[in-house]
């Protein structure tokens, strides 16, 4: 009996000391680091998974009224080695007719990204690119067709062909690669014992989703709203107004080295 009370006694009091240890609710259940002490050290990106959107619209009101509206979306993934981008761009002219056009950009930026924390709150980013070897793509489908050109769109990834598609063409017969080494100031974006936010200078806040003591997982998010407007008065009235609503999300996870 004496053995079972000194068990739950000792449960008691490391309980707490456990719990806050843990921050995040993807945080490891038992250990006896704290965030702190979890953080501390160099993390290699592994996997990306992003989205951005945005919407960038102009209304003139004259006779008649147009209205040009353009919608893109863009994710972006990273396998370790390399980051892929799938653009896609939705263009619309609505004047005396409708106008629509698509483009769909896929291509591909190798790098690696890497992390170092000390408990002095500096950090270390290391970011190393190569030169592009794997071919993109890009294509057009427009409605009515082939009026992309109303769009005074041009494509600067390769030549065209009849059926709207374009291969993006780039240099693979040699290899180059860069690494861009920074050092800035890191420190947590909220005070007290829930260090469930960093602040990265220069590179942002973003929420700490998981912080054991191997893997790192990070989100970033924003979102803006702009309007304008412009009027002018003369010989014929006129009036322009312009908005544009984006959005980001990026979830990043690292591993310890």
Same mark, same amino acid.
Request: with cysteine; glycine share 8%; hydrophobic share 25%.
């Given at each position: 009996?004496? #053995?079972?009370?000194?068990?739950i =006694? &000792? @449960? ?9 240890c843990? *921050?995040?609710? /993807?945080?490891?259940f =038992? ?10 050290? !160099?993390?290699?990106l ?13 209304? @003139? ?17 990273? /396998?370790?080695? #390399? ?12 004047? /005396? !007719? ?5 483009? &769909? ?5 190798? @790098? ?6 000390? #408990?002095?709150?500096? &950090? ?16 057009? %489908?427009?409605?009515? @067709? ?14 065209? *062909?009849?059926?709207g ?12 690669s ?14 007290? *014992?829930?260090k ?5 200078e220069?590179m942002?806040?973003? /929420?700490? =989703?998981?912080l054991?003591? #191997? ?19 003369? %010989?014929f ?21």
């Amino acid at each position: 009996m004496k #053995k079972i009370l000194t068990y739950i =006694l &000792v @449960a008691m009091i490391i309980a707490p000391v456990l719990n806050s240890c843990k *921050k995040g609710e /993807d945080d490891p259940f =038992l250990s006896l680091k704290s965030r702190d002490g979890r953080l501390e050290g !160099e993390w290699v990106l592994k996997s990306v998974e992003g989205t951005q959107t945005g919407t960038d619209e102009s209304t @003139a009101t004259y006779k008649p009224t147009d209205t040009d509206r353009e919608t893109y979306t863009t994710i972006i993934t990273y /396998d370790g080695s #390399k980051f892929k981008y799938v653009e896609t761009t939705d263009f619309t002219s609505i004047s /005396d !007719e409708t106008v629509t056009c698509r483009t &769909v950009h896929t291509y591909y930026e190798p @790098a690696t990204y890497s992390m170092t924390f000390d #408990k002095n709150g500096s &950090v270390i980013t290391t970011n190393g690119a190569t030169q592009n070897t794997t071919a993109g793509t890009f294509v057009i %489908s427009s409605s009515p @067709a082939n009026s992309g050109t109303s769009f005074s769109f041009s494509n600067p990834y390769g030549g065209g *062909k009849t059926d709207g598609t374009y291969n993006e063409t780039i240099e693979t017969d040699y290899t180059s690669s860069d690494t861009d080494t920074e050092e800035s100031l890191w420190y947590w974006g909220n005070s007290g *014992k829930n260090k469930s936010t960093i602040v990265i200078e220069e590179m942002g806040t973003y /929420d700490v =989703l998981r912080l054991s003591s #191997k893997e790192l997982k990070l989100k970033y998010s924003y979102s803006s709203t702009s309007n304008s407007t412009y009027h002018s008065t003369g %010989s014929f009235d006129y009036t322009s107004t312009d908005k544009t609503v984006e959005s980001y999300e990026m979830i990043l996870t690292f591993e310890k080295k």
